[in-house]
């Protein structure tokens, strides 16, 4: 029996294609919209997270604003925070403008950045050509250097700039590399910049102190327990002073960002689902219509012996079936909506099960909560009133 109410239901709606197909374009625009939003949603924040990681998801940077008696962090103070459990490496970074000359060109204002060895070996993609910084350039204040790929276009043209000199504030560097061109917004900074060793860049930039100090982590899991070592030993550079300095923890970042593309998914997701409630009122209104046009139908059945269960039996299912193909169409309407938006944004598509789940759940639940009412009229009729209708 329950085959023969399968049989009838789809009978039934293909006997009326053009009503049913508009009865399914509420059921079409909502599962449509969802669908689209919450996957645009998705793919814009997962490249914005891509962004926020690739700033370095295992790395803990440290902004000292100093007191009025220690105006930053010195070696020793480094080499406290190299201690700390879990840490990999610490990059200090000193930055300045001067002037760099080469051959009688020179370039004015141009970044200077301190840095050792560890943000060479714990950065990718970043040299171009030659070698990083090493040790060696640290410990002896090697008067070398990194250009950018703007520094080396200007003032390098047409030659390899590696070996040759560079004067940086009056004081001739030999370039051992040259550093990849990017867009990134992390590092976009170094196609400008030049790069040498951070002993050597306190002499030239006359400071004896580090603010800004990078500490990579070799397990970014325990990042709260070395943020509190970090605070730690912080607090006794500086005699405890607040305000001393700042720590920002990439992890807590790209966790707080994710919890915020989760509530705005949800968010577009619930506006999108008003309009599956409009496209489940417009079941409801056509299955009404069914059940007043083919009253003589239902009287017949029943005065032929057939259950009331099995007269709602039918018209749930219509109702259902309605909602299902409805919800298909509308999942690959969907999908092809965000797969275009996301093509012209430059975002990454990914349609995930969840979402293809949560909008068959919605369209199968739309069919059934608005289809029980005509459903159950239908088998509430009385079959001598209904046989009446003939």
């Known amino acids: 029996m329950f085959k023969e109410n399968i049989k009838m239901a789809w009978m039934n709606l293909i006997h009326n294609k053009m009503r049913s197909f508009l009865t399914m374009l509420g059921i079409v625009i909502g599962v449509a919209s969802i669908i689209a939003l919450i996957t645009i949603v998705q793919g814009a924040m997962n490249g914005m997270t891509s962004e926020f990681s690739s700033f370095g998801a295992d790395k803990i940077t440290v902004q000292a604003m100093g007191t009025p008696l220690k105006q930053g962090l010195m070696d020793?103070?480094?080499?406290?925070?190299?201690?700390?459990?879990?840490?990999?490496?610490?990059?200090?970074?000193?930055?300045?403008?001067?002037?760099?000359?080469?051959?009688?060109?020179?370039?004015?204002?141009?970044?200077?950045?301190?840095?050792?060895?560890?943000?060479?070996?714990?950065?990718?993609?970043l040299i171009d050509k030659g070698r990083g910084l090493n040790r060696l350039d640290i410990q002896n204040k090697n008067q070398v250097c990194l250009i950018g790929s703007n520094i080396a276009n200007e003032l390098f043209f047409g030659e390899n700039p590696i070996g040759q000199k560079l004067l940086i504030a009056g004081v001739t560097h030999t370039v051992v590399g040259t550093l990849q061109k990017s867009n990134s917004f992390s590092d976009g900074n170094?196609?400008?910049?030049?790069?040498?060793?951070?002993?050597?860049?306190?002499?030239?930039?006359?400071?004896?102190?580090?603010?800004?100090?990078?500490?990579?982590?070799?397990?970014?899991?325990?990042?709260?327990?070395?943020?509190?070592?970090?605070?730690?030993?912080?607090?006794?550079?500086?005699?405890?002073?607040?305000?001393?300095?700042?720590?920002?923890?990439?992890?807590?970042?790209?966790?707080?960002?994710?919890?915020?593309t989760t509530m705005l998914s949800l968010m577009l997701g619930g506006i999108a689902s008003?309009?599956?409630?409009?496209?489940?009122?417009?079941?409801?209104?056509?299955?009404?219509?069914?059940?007043?046009?083919?009253?003589?139908?239902?009287?017949?059945?029943?005065?032929?012996?057939?259950?009331?269960?099995?007269i709602q039996q039918q018209f749930l299912l219509e109702a259902v079936f309605l909602s299902l193909f409805g919800g298909t169409i509308g999942l690959l309407l969907g999908a092809f909506i965000a797969y275009g938006v996301c093509f012209l944004i430059g975002a990454s598509f990914a349609l995930s099960a969840s979402?293809?789940?949560?909008?068959?759940?919605?369209?199968?639940?739309?069919?059934?909560?608005?289809?029980?009412?005509p459903?159950?009229?239908?088998?509430?009729?009385?079959?001598?009133?209904?046989?009446?209708?003939i």
Request: proline share 2%; hydrophobic share 40%.
């Open 274 to 310: 008003i309009s599956l409630v409009v496209g489940g009122i417009g079941i409801m209104n056509m299955m009404l219509v069914s059940v007043t046009e083919r009253t003589a139908e239902i009287g017949l059945r029943k005065a032929l012996g057939a259950e009331p269960k099995r």
């Open 375 to 389: 459903a159950r009229k239908a088998s509430k009729l009385n079959p001598i009133d209904a046989l009446r209708s």
């Open 190 to 260: 170094n196609n400008d910049s030049v790069i040498i060793p951070y002993t050597t860049s306190m002499g030239l930039l006359g400071t004896g102190y580090m603010t800004n100090v990078e500490v990579y982590m070799s397990d970014a899991n325990h990042s709260e327990k070395i943020t509190e070592d970090i605070e730690s030993v912080l607090n006794q550079a500086f005699n405890y002073k607040e305000n001393s300095f700042s720590i920002m923890n990439m992890q807590d970042m790209i966790a707080s960002f994710k919890k915020i």
């Open 355 to 373: 979402t293809i789940i949560l909008a068959f759940f919605f369209s199968a639940a739309i069919g059934i909560i608005f289809g029980i009412a």
């Open 76 to 125: 020793n103070d480094i080499q406290s925070l190299m201690k700390i459990e879990d840490v990999a490496g610490v990059s200090p970074t000193l930055t300045g403008k001067t002037t760099v000359v080469h051959k009688g060109n020179e370039k004015k204002d141009v970044m200077i950045q301190g840095k050792n060895e560890v943000y060479f070996s714990k950065t990718k993609d």
